[in-house]
């Protein structure tokens, strides 16, 4: 009988000879499990571990997973009437937890040097009958890849990711501190912040840079630089250009990578862009972006003129971004706690705004004549975004800004005083703006943004439950 990977044609010729050599792979190294993950609509890895055997087999049948997973909020409550006829989705295959099907994609395979004998995966999501699962992020980024070479053009992004760790002090493990959420661990500072770039600071936190640099260098991860960033317990890795998929996928390993190698350290490594600490500073994922000609390989940014930062077609792709940033926000920053980093002269933006070369304005161009990094730098993103729906708004923006040849205007050379959109300030105001742009939803699918933003929804109805400590203290003795 055929296999549900067979039976739909869900791998290429190319795919099935990578499976081959996983499966190689997993025998000459003597693996004894291998980790299918997918990205869930969060950005977090779920998914199943088997053991080496039952991987092999699972690379032709795929691996069945609840479909609850997939209407969680960030708490990880399922938000969706799933046991009703429908499940709360308005198609089939969703109601009364039914099982949908994980197939990996064997070029994301890797041994995973922390972990004994472990092979790693990530996976495509699809429905019972062989279909792609309108909920698969990746897919969704997939499918804005494939717009953009239909134009002839790859896409081309190196990533910039700031990020804190932190000694773990306690677990909080007594059975009152089970919860959804539960108690967040007690944590202390690896370094007190505010010395930027020192060399004294970098050599104060060596043992935990070489846990970071060793772990993924293995992962054989384009790993450039490891900073010491301005707040207290707060860092910054870069890493090479990757193309198509791979720096979303690059993303999802990194911060799953580096939360599990930090723990077993007995520290605590948060991707949450504004940690609840003293003299804290926010976290941006900073998404350094261009395109390839696919038939030269020539970064297609690289302007002809003197006197210019982008060539013609970058300046639309501009264009194209300037024009979706406040819809595209969602997208980039998810959370509550996202919105708190948005504010003017704070190296965060605050409106959907360009210059050359200023890390106040949303995007930061960089380049020139002759200059083959000419690229575009959205600073928009925290680094707990979805890195499939980032990027995938990003390329859904550019192409518009391309198909309809939108001019982005001039360089805004003071961004915190430029007459340009203002950027949404909370989550709410960031859902408005995207289900306005009916481009965007078209793109993304109507069903999708509905259904993301019902989940977002959700934890924002939960966070408005919440007396804040704020209150107590504005309010609880003055009336």
Known sequence: MASFVERFGLLTAEQDRQAQEVIDRIRAEQLELVRFAFADQHGILRGKTLVAEEAISA?????????TLLAKDTSHKTVFPVFSASGGFDFDGMQGGADFTMVADPATFHILPWAHKTGWLLCDTYLSNGQPSPLGTRQILQRAVQDLSGLGYEFVAGLEVEFHVFKREADNMALVD??????????????????????ERYDGVDSTMELLRSTLTAL????????????PSQFELTFGPTVGVMPADLMM?????????CARAGLHATFMC???????????????????????????????????????LGL??????????AASTLLASPTVNGYRRFRSHSLAPDRAAWAKDNRGAMLRVLGGVGDNG?????????????????????IFSGLDGIRNRIDPGASADVPYETDAEKLPRSLQDAMNRLQADRYLCECLGERFVNYYCHIKNAELERFNLEVSEWEHREYFNLF
């Open 59 to 67: 690379l032709r049948s795929g691996v069945n997973m609840t479909s």
């Open 178 to 199: 089970s919860g959804q959420p539960g108690i967040a661990p007690d944590v202390s500072l690896l370094s007190h912040g505010y010395q930027y770039l020192t060399e």
């Open 220 to 231: 054989g991860m384009p790993l450039r630089s490891l900073e010491v960033e301005m707040g």
């Open 253 to 261: 390993l990194l911060r799953s990578a580096i939360k599990q190698v």
């Open 274 to 312: 504004r940690p609840r600490i003293p003299n804290v500073c926010s976290s941006g994922w900073h998404l350094h972006q261009s395109l390839r000609e696919k038939t030269t390989g020539l970064n297609a940014f690289v302007p002809s003129a003197e006197g210019h930062s982008l060539s013609e």
């Open 316 to 325: 639309h792709y501009l264009g194209g971004l300037l024009k979706h940033g």
């Open 374 to 394: 000419s690229r575009v730098e959205n600073r928009l993103g925290e680094p707990t975004a979805n890195p499939y729906l980032y990027l995938a708004s990003q």
